[in-house]
């Protein structure tokens, strides 16, 4: 069991803007719990925190005992400002973090990132530069000219999940990069899906949610 609020906090910038987002903490038990922040898909193509993919990852992971926040990147739904190119996202990102790591349940050691699309493109390059975070899981990234250094000295564990039918994450690339990463990594491609995982969500949420777990 979970409870949910509806939370607002501050992007990481020299002038931060407000965005909102969702906070599920476990009711069970007293003790610390690993934290996740789960990044959606493109701010301007109808992503926002509401996605039902994004949902059902958020519930998983609550429903195993972890504290879960997902939130609208900057211009999305009640986020003050404006699509940033990606750029401003990181920022969001790093916000999302800094509330999530001040949550009095959530253990600091287990601090990850989830993201879908977009929010897994923003993700990845934010993680680069943000030693806090101990996981990493991308469902079918969207990396815009991704830099060949992505990823190349994380060596922290990693997850990557896609679609067979894939055309915005396309398989043959994702298996070239993922091959270029250091260990420990994960990839896993679900046959009978695309980009989207219609009435797939569960079934997204559940590897994503055993990946988290064995941390």
Same mark, same amino acid.
């Given at each position: 069991m979970f409870s949910q609020h509806h939370i607002t906090f501050n992007s990481r910038e020299a002038s931060p803007i407000q965005l909102e987002g969702i906070l599920l903490t476990?009711? *069970?038990?007293?003790?610390?719990?690993? =934290?996740?922040?789960?990044?959606?898909?493109? $701010?301007?193509?109808?992503? $926002?925190?509401?996605?039902?993919?994004?949902? %059902?990852? %958020?519930?998983?992971?609550?429903?195993? =005992?972890?504290?879960?926040?997902?939130?609208?990147?900057? =211009?999305?739904?009640? $986020?003050?400002?404006?699509? %940033?190119?990606?750029?401003?996202?990181?920022?969001?990102? %790093?916000?999302?973090? *800094?509330?999530?790591?001040?949550?009095?349940?959530? *253990?600091?050691?287990?601090?990850?990132?989830v993201g879908y699309s977009f929010g897994a493109g923003v993700g990845l390059r934010h993680i680069e530069n943000d030693p806090r975070i101990a996981a990493v899981a991308a469902v079918a990234p969207y990396v815009e000219n991704p830099d060949e250094s992505l990823l190349k000295s994380y060596t922290k564990p990693k997850l990557f999940l896609a679609g067979e039918g894939d055309t915005v994450c396309p398989v043959e690339w994702l298996r070239a990069f993922v091959a270029s990463l250091p260990e420990p990594k994960e990839l896993h491609i679900l046959p009978g899906t695309d980009h989207f995982f219609w009435g797939r969500e569960r079934e997204v949420a559940r590897i994503v949610g055993e990946f988290i777990a064995r941390l």
């Open positions: 476990p009711t *069970d038990g007293e003790g610390k719990c690993a =934290g996740v922040v789960i990044c959606h898909p493109h $701010s301007l193509y109808g992503g $926002s925190m509401e996605v039902p993919l994004v949902v %059902a990852i %958020a519930e998983e992971l609550a429903q195993r =005992g972890v504290v879960t926040l997902r939130f609208n990147f900057r =211009g999305v739904g009640r $986020s003050q400002g404006t699509y %940033a190119n990606g750029e401003g996202e990181m920022a969001d990102v %790093a916000g999302a973090l *800094d509330f999530l790591e001040g949550q009095e349940r959530v *253990d600091r050691e287990r601090l990850c990132l």
